[in-house]
């Protein structure tokens, strides 16, 4: 079992950057693909970021590109978003996922992960 902790959320003004952090307790942690997902009120959770081993290897939503970066260190067993630029849009809580390479497919919708983080909470207002 993973267990995924999510730190780094807050308010922040339109324009403004926020980096989140998680942190995985699971010694096989660094062969999943991670993922970043934002869930608005009454909505499903929206995939923003995946990475599976390196930078190389991310992927972005099309809201976000540009905006954020995801980034993963192994040995410490965290995989942090940094976001920049933020919008009202951009509101919402950030939960960090995990999978296998073998439970899902293409790894951008939450079905696709088999472990999740509580969420932290971001809020981009003026």
């Known amino acids: 079992q993973v267990r995924l902790v999510e730190t780094g959320g807050g308010l922040v003004q339109p324009g403004g950057s926020l980096r989140l952090s998680c942190a995985a307790s699971?010694?096989?942690?660094?062969?999943?693909?991670m993922g970043w997902f934002r869930q608005a009120p009454g909505k499903e959770p929206e995939l923003v970021a995946r990475i599976i081993t390196s930078a190389d290897s991310a992927y972005y939503g099309d809201s976000v590109k540009g905006r954020f970066t995801v980034s993963r260190d192994n040995a410490k067993n965290t995989v942090d978003l940094q976001m920049g630029n933020l919008k009202p849009e951009d509101t919402g809580v950030y939960l960090c996922?995990?999978?296998?390479?073998?439970?899902?497919?293409?790894?951008?919708?939450?079905?696709?992960?088999?472990?999740w983080g509580q969420g932290t909470q971001v809020t981009v207002s003026a």
């Open positions: 996922a995990a999978t296998p390479a073998w439970y899902g497919s293409t790894w951008n919708t939450a079905a696709d992960y088999a472990y």
């Open positions: 699971d010694r096989t942690w660094s062969s999943y693909i």
